[in-house]
């Protein structure tokens, strides 16, 4: 099994990539362009497993971040992308997945954290600031539908990460309130594609990131201590696992995914960082495995070179898993660090490959059958491997 890509596809112009995502059979691929260190002209692509552009889409005007975070329906007929023109104004934007055709244009106040679609793309979530938002698909438009403050007994939060359910019948979301530095999850119920009144589990730290399974049936929280809790839609109330390493120097949780097995098996990988000194491991890769009867089990954790970042996932049997790592700021040389891209076996958790990039490397995704992977680098460059 080969770490060297089966291709790569460059943009005209290369900036970062923060954010990859594929259709259900990974035949398509979208993706914007962004800069965290000077403005630019940015755009959202669509590319085929092949490498071909099947288009591409420009930001209208030069901004100072561009594109975060992209979304795209499990057949591939919509997409969408969220960013950040200034740091006083950001964007949501839809698009047809054939055409590129813009379906949704808005400016918002703040940079959008994360999008995410419905498995037919009739429902799009986007969370910015302290702010839920909920948009349904009309006459071939998005209409926003449902919009609300994120906050629970008089504390407001501010949103990390929002996915909705393959059935669009929940939306979970991260928070962090920063002055009293804890966090929360929300579950907003959908009815009539409109947001009902959510359930809240609180933390005593920062929740990062949530991942939800294709069904509904369970989502994980990762938390900026480096611990996950796990849910069940049929045990509400709050988590029925929660985690933490037994490793010194656990920090930050930036990666996590989530799947349910066909015999009912929870799996849930999470990404962290260790506040470790190079030449040591900066970074950690670990695998729960259970349900909510007997409980989640540590099965395995693995070094990562460098800092993990947002690009873990797992293929629908928990047969592969990815791993991204790198750091904005090296401290031996003051600039950007270089980056990884690793799968690893989802039973054993046996490195399978490493392959090393200039610079970092935030997302990774691997299809719903584990053949197709997609990685995006900081050095504008995205990667493709046929897993085999």
């Not at 804890?182 to 594609?193: E, I, L, Q, T």
């Not at 990762?222 to 796990?230: I, N």
């Not at 990884?340 to 076996?345: M, S």
Request: charge should be negative.
């Amino acid at each position: 099994m080969s770490a060297s890509p089966t291709w790569t596809f460059s943009p005209e112009h290369l900036y970062q990539i923060n954010s990859v995502a594929t259709d259900g059979a990974a035949e398509r691929c979208v993706f914007g362009t962004s800069s965290e260190f000077s403005s630019g002209i940015f755009s959202f692509f669509c590319v085929d497993n092949c490498g071909q552009a099947l288009w591409q889409q420009p930001l209208a005007e030069a901004c100072t971040q561009g594109f975060f975070w992209a979304a795209i329906s499990n057949d591939g007929a919509y997409a969408a992308g969220g960013g950040q023109y200034s740091s006083a104004q950001g964007f949501l934007k839809a698009y047809r997945g054939d055409t590129g055709e813009v379906l949704l244009d808005v400016d918002l106040p703040a940079r959008v954290n994360q999008v995410s679609l419905s498995h037919d793309g009739a429902l799009l979530v986007a969370v910015y600031g302290g702010t839920l938002q909920l948009y349904a698909l009309e006459a071939g438009q998005y209409q926003l539908k449902s919009e609300v403050a994120l906050g629970f007994n008089g504390v407001s939060y501010e949103s990390n990460s929002a996915v909705i359910d393959q059935s669009g019948s929940a939306v979970v979301v991260s928070c962090r309130n920063y002055s009293l530095n804890n966090g929360a999850v929300f579950v907003y119920p959908v009815k009539d594609s409109r947001l009902a009144l959510p359930s809240c589990s609180q933390f005593e730290v920062g929740v990062m990131r949530v991942a939800i399974a294709e069904g509904g049936s369970h989502w994980a929280a990762l938390l900026h201590d480096g611990g996950v809790a796990v849910f069940s839609r049929t045990l509400p109330g709050g988590a029925f696992c929660r985690y933490t390493p037994d490793v010194a120097n656990l920090s930050v949780g930036y990666g996590l995914a989530l799947t349910v097995t066909a015999a009912g098996e929870v799996v849930v990988a999470c990404g962290v960082n260790l506040n470790n000194a190079a030449p040591q491991n900066q970074g950690l890769l670990y695998l729960l495995k259970g349900d909510e009867q007997r409980g989640m089990e540590l099965q395995w954790q693995a070094p990562l070179a460098l800092a993990a970042n947002p690009g873990v996932s797992i293929d629908s049997k928990g047969t592969w898993v990815t791993a991204t790592d790198g750091k904005p700021t090296d401290e031996s040389t003051g600039a950007e660090s270089i980056g990884h891209f690793y799968l690893f076996d989802g039973h054993s958790g046996q490195q399978q490959w490493r392959f090393q990039t200039p610079m970092m490397n935030w997302p990774m995704v691997i299809s719903h059958d584990g053949q197709r992977l997609y990685g995006g680098s900081d050095d504008g460059k995205l990667y493709f491997w046929q897993n085999s």
